[in-house]
């Protein structure tokens, strides 16, 4: 199993080599800038305790980041989305659409990468390094370790709890939302360790989010297909992307359904905290506290 150390260690990493950009943005890239940033940004906030004036800043810095490359990231699933369909009496508006998109992502990663050289120059790369080596002192010991993992596997499932309840019914109004978070659920999780429980956990996040990430794709394409082409949009377009995305969203609600339902029963069989022996007793980090918060 990888230490803590060494995973905290790999995501500033991934940052830094990500901050290395000069020219072009690949899709790829743009995804793993993103959820990188949402990792790290779990990670301080683990921390349980407000951040210090240079966090601050570099979290600042993250979230101007990530905000700048989901605008891409959106161009690029709608993207690969309106690829996929291959209809010969589509061929026209599809063109016309993936025209758009295509301009408009050249756009937006112009955007991005002019935001990265303001944050490069701004010191991202410095606060990046200081930040990681003070969570990797806060870190808990490996005598500590198999607690912490524990503990924050129950915070996940008792916050996945908290979110079913926040959405006691889904619809099309709040799918999204109750996506974003379960994704925050599973970044939580993600600290937990590498252990076959923790596996499951997150593989059942990770089913949720791709099944409404998938839906919501769609219904973005059509929201922009519609802007495009209105009013000389010719009706087969429209009609096979509203197909899929009522597809796509029936689809969501059953995989949610799904695993919502095996992740609460893990919840109710997830094994009780045992108490610290008294010869060895449990040194409670913030981490730990914030998880369990």
């Known amino acids: ?36 940033i949402r990792r790290v940004e779990t990670l301080v906030a683990a921390a349980g305790r407000a951040p210090e004036p240079k966090e601050e800043k570099l979290l600042k810095q993250l979230g101007r980041l990530r905000r700048r490359a989901g605008k891409v990231r959106d161009l690029d699933v709608q993207i690969d989305a309106l690829a996929s369909l291959r209809l010969d009496s589509i061929a026209r508006d599809r063109a016309r659409v993936m025209s758009f998109l295509q301009k408009a992502r050249i756009r937006r990663e112009k955007k991005l990468l002019a935001v990265f050289e303001e944050e490069l120059e701004a010191g991202l ?31 996940a499932l008792e916050r996945f709890a908290a979110v079913v309840k926040r959405y006691p019914t889904l619809a099309e109004a709040n799918l999204h939302q109750f996506r974003m978070d379960c994704k925050r659920v599973r970044y939580l999780a993600e600290m937990a360790g590498e252990g076959p429980r923790v596996a499951e956990v997150i593989a059942q996040l990770k089913r949720i989010q791709d099944a409404i990430g998938a839906w919501h794709d769609w219904l973005t394409l059509s929201a ?27 689809e969501a609600l059953r995989v949610t359904a799904d695993a919502r339902r095996l992740l609460l029963e893990m919840r109710e069989t997830q094994p009780e905290r045992k108490p610290a022996s008294s010869a060895a007793p449990e040194t409670e980090t913030p981490a730990l506290r914030a998880a369990s918060a």
Request: glycine letters at 2%; a positive charge; zero cysteines.
């Open 1 to 36: 199993m990888a230490s803590d150390h060494n995973r905290t260690q790999a995501l500033f990493d991934q940052l830094e080599r990500i901050s290395r950009i000069s020219s072009g943005a690949k899709p790829e890239t743009v995804h793993h800038l993103r959820t990188t």
């Open 224 to 250: 922009t297909a519609e802007r495009v082409l209105s009013p000389s949009g010719q009706v087969p377009l429209l009609a096979a992307l509203h197909a899929s995305t009522r597809s796509r969203y029936l």
């Open 125 to 155: 790369r410095k606060r990046l390094k200081r930040t990681s080596a003070r969570l990797q002192q806060e870190l808990p010991q490996p005598a500590q370790r198999q607690a912490a993992e524990e503990r924050f596997l129950r915070a």
